[in-house]
Antibody
Framework: QVQLVQSGAEVRKPGASVMVSCKAS????????MHWVRQAPGQGLEWMGW????????HYAQRFQGRITMTRDTSITTVYMEMSSLRSGDTAVYYC???????????WGQGTPVTVSS | DIQMTQSPSTLSASVGDRVTITCRAS??????LAWYQQKPGKAPKILIS???TLETGVPSRFSGSGSGTEFTLTISSLQPADFATYYC?????????FGQGTKVEI
């Protein structure tokens, strides 16, 4: 069965960077795009972008351009999301989510809480 | 960006009720719409894709309809497990965008 297992909770100071990982299993890693979605405390869902695990190509939401980098390591079927210049408004749970055959986000990781606080 | 507006924001209902949630897009998205269910402390779970296609394992009491700019999610007979927050999401155009969510409570 498809499983997406994310790295653990992180705490960072404003201005720092954070990298979250997402280990995929149970399917052919290179076939489906992997997306990242975040959710601030008590708020809704916000789409951040995707990485193509086959080519490494990426597409980011405009508001995150220049601050996020999504990468993948096909040898260990893992994708990464790195965010820099963190601010308090980036405090959220970050999810990786695998795109389905006809799109939509069909499988989700368990979420990684990231807290940005001085 | 395409704005997705859900109504209502909160819905109070009882077990056995028929429940309908509406999602409106600020421009046409054809049928490129998904619905998700999220319970507290958990990741979202996809219920419906392409506006009306029920995902594998999702109970048949859930159904979706609509195209263009108006969409609905219907739960035909609300069950205790259905008390959660529901989100619509368009994937017609980047950036993908979500509705603000509808909390279904007792």
């Amino acid at each position: 069965q498809v499983q997406l297992v994310q790295s653990g909770a992180e705490v960072r100071k404003p201005g720092a960077s954070v990298m979250v990982s997402c280990k995929a299993s149970g399917y052919t890693f290179t076939v489906y795009y992997m997306h990242w979605v975040r959710q601030a405390p008590g708020q809704g869902l916000e789409w951040m972008g995707w990485v193509n695990p086959n080519s490494g190509d990426t597409h980011y939401a405009q508001r995150f351009q220049g601050r996020i980098t999504m990468t993948r390591d096909t040898s260990i079927t893992t994708v990464y999301m790195e965010m820099s210049s963190l601010r308090s408004g980036d405090t959220a749970v970050y999810y990786c989510a695998k795109e389905g055959p006809v799109s939509g986000l069909h499988h989700w990781g368990q979420g990684t809480p990231v807290t940005v606080s001085s | 960006d395409i704005q997705m507006t859900q109504s209502p924001s909160t819905l109070s209902a009882s077990v056995g009720d028929r429940v309908t949630i509406t999602c409106r897009a600020s421009q046409s998205i054809s049928s490129w719409l998904a619905w998700y269910q999220q319970k507290p402390g958990k990741a979202p779970k996809i219920l419906i894709s392409k506006a009306s296609t029920l995902e594998t394992g999702v109970p048949s009491r859930f159904s979706g309809s609509g195209s263009g700019t108006e969409f609905t999610l219907t739960i035909s007979s609300l069950q205790p497990a259905d008390f959660a927050t529901y989100y619509c999401q368009q994937y017609n155009t980047y950036p993908w965008t979500f509705g603000q969510g509808t909390k279904v409570e007792i």
